[in-house]
């Protein structure tokens, strides 16, 4: 005869057992309607005029990392629910990536001992490269978050609390909570380590970052945004850029302190003209044996048009850097939308978010340090409402000549990040013989993410802006 408390534990299994259950059924149901609504691309009448599957996925990945990381407005764990939402819901949408193979060759050996090649199919060059390293991303990001627990240097206060209350607000985002340290500010070794965390989500930007904008180049552009570009440069800069791109001394810093960045809007605007003016530069470029509606009564040599699209495409990547939190350009929106590449949908989107949170979660623990230095220097506050009154956007990204690109002299770099070795450059692998097209395209993206992206960050002194205290 079985006692109560047995009978209380046997009830207890199968509670915990029907509860396991139904979890399990709510999950297979999300997956039946994540995938219902991809199948449908995002059609519900069934009538086949939705979008196409790339830009399915690519929304699917956005609307996704929106609902389980929010704004964040403040540096701590994600809650638990929605961190497991977010790896088993994006683990579903990477999973098409599984399926998307190239032919590459392979040699057998058959039963009477000779060798004979046949194609093989293999996950293609530039997923099988780049979505384990961003999968290593997202968890050093929610890594990072994680570290936050149980921490006691820092606190937050309601933007509704009284104002004797409330602690340091760092930008004029009134409704997030505010930042209060100790009133001596933050202890030297909490110091040190925020600062490492700081340094650990700058990396997992820049990569991020780097990733996103590799893959976006490598789509291609619409006729419908060729359309309507303007036939030059010089139409689409205005005068006044124009000429303070083609001066023949010319310093990309320089340039954009003449330029108004006070708002949102003026950035975008500014980063649309340039990236339309490189496009009109690179076409006349490849097409000036040919007559047709691009030319222009005004001729510029070839040596003079490469030279404006570098000095542009500096432009755009400091731009990039100060900014980062900036909307996508029409040339980026008219990309992902016209975009029939699935792999490429869900690289770009996967980089994407995790380059938005980074950013996010570089603002959060630059706001703690800011309440740290307003602790041990009240005389802050008066001169931020000083630099207030200026029309500036993201003064706290904007970096001077010659400051160190980093507060650690142990930080880690991006190729420790990411894995990448001088060794594994050296050391090709001569069985895995890619197709040309994404053999090219995975090459690309590997060495211009690791070489041409990243020098130019160097040469300009630059790093992701997050990083700039």
């Known amino acids: 005869m079985t006692t109560i408390d047995e009978q209380e534990t046997t009830i207890s299994g199968d509670d915990d057992h029907v509860s396991l259950v139904k979890a399990k059924r709510h999950e297979l149901e999300q997956m039946k309607e994540r995938f219902a609504k991809l199948i449908l691309r995002e059609d519900m009448s069934g009538g086949g005029k939705g979008v196409s599957s790339a830009l399915a ?7 996704l990392a929106a609902s389980a990381f929010g704004e964040q407005h403040k540096l701590a764990p994600m809650p638990e629910d929605r961190k497991r939402r977010w790896r088993r819901e994006v683990g579903w949408l990477l999973s098409v990536t599984n399926y998307i193979v190239e032919f590459v060759p392979s040699q057998q050996t058959s039963k009477d001992g000779s060798n004979m090649e046949v194609m093989m199919t293999k996950q293609r060059g530039d997923l099988r490269m780049n979505i384990p390293a961003l999968k290593k991303l997202d968890a050093m990001l929610i890594g990072c978050l994680d ?21 340091v607000q ?63 440069g010089r139409e689409s800069l205005g005068d006044q850029i124009y000429k303070s791109i ?31 003016s490189i496009v009109i530069w690179k076409r006349k470029m490849n097409q000036k044996d040919s007559k047709s509606s691009w030319s222009s009564s005004i001729t510029v040599s070839m040596e003079k048009r490469e030279l404006f699209e570098d000095r542009a495409e500096t432009i755009l990547l400091l731009l990039k850097q100060r900014f980062p939190g900036l909307p996508q350009s029409s040339l980026e929106i008219s990309k992902i939308e016209s975009n029939k590449d699935v792999g490429h949908a869900i690289l770009e989107s996967y980089s994407r978010v995790l380059e938005s949170l980074a950013s996010t979660v570089m603002n959060r623990i630059e706001d703690v340090l800011y309440a740290d230095n307003v602790a041990q220097d009240p005389s802050l506050l008066a001169k931020k409402r000083t630099l207030s009154s200026r029309p500036t956007l993201n003064d706290s990204n ?20 990411m894995g990448w070795s001088v060794e594994q450059e050296a050391s090709p692998q001569p069985e895995e013989k890619e197709p040309e097209k994404y053999h090219s395209k995975s090459a690309k993206i590997l060495a211009r993410t690791k070489n041409s992206y990243m020098e130019k960050l160097e040469a300009y002194k630059l790093r992701s802006p997050t990083t700039r205290h």
Do not use: H
């Not at 996925?57 to 609307?63: K, P, Q, R």
């Not at 149980?150 to 409330?166: G, H, I, L, T």
């Open 147 to 167: 570290n936050f627990k149980n921490q006691n240097q820092f606190w937050y206060v309601s933007k509704d609390a009284d104002e004797s209350e409330k602690g």
């Open 57 to 63: 996925l690519s929304n699917a990945i956005t609307n």
């Open 398 to 417: 904007r970096q001077t000549p010659g400051e160190s690109p980093t507060g650690s002299p142990t930080a880690t770099t991006l190729s420790d990040v």
């Open 170 to 232: 760092r930008s004029d985002k009134w409704w997030l909570p505010t930042v209060k340290v100790p009133p001596e500010g933050l202890s030297e070794e909490s110091r040190k380590w925020m600062q490492y965390q700081k340094d650990c989500v700058n990396q997992v930007l820049k990569a991020s970052m780097a990733i996103n904008a590799e893959i976006l180049a490598e789509m291609e552009i619409p006729d419908d945004y060729i359309d309507n570009l303007p036939k030059n």
């Open 246 to 276: 083609t001066v023949d001394s010319f310093d990309p810093g320089q340039f954009l302190s003449t330029m108004d960045l006070s708002n949102e809007i003026n950035v975008l605007d500014l980063k649309n003209k340039i990236e339309a």
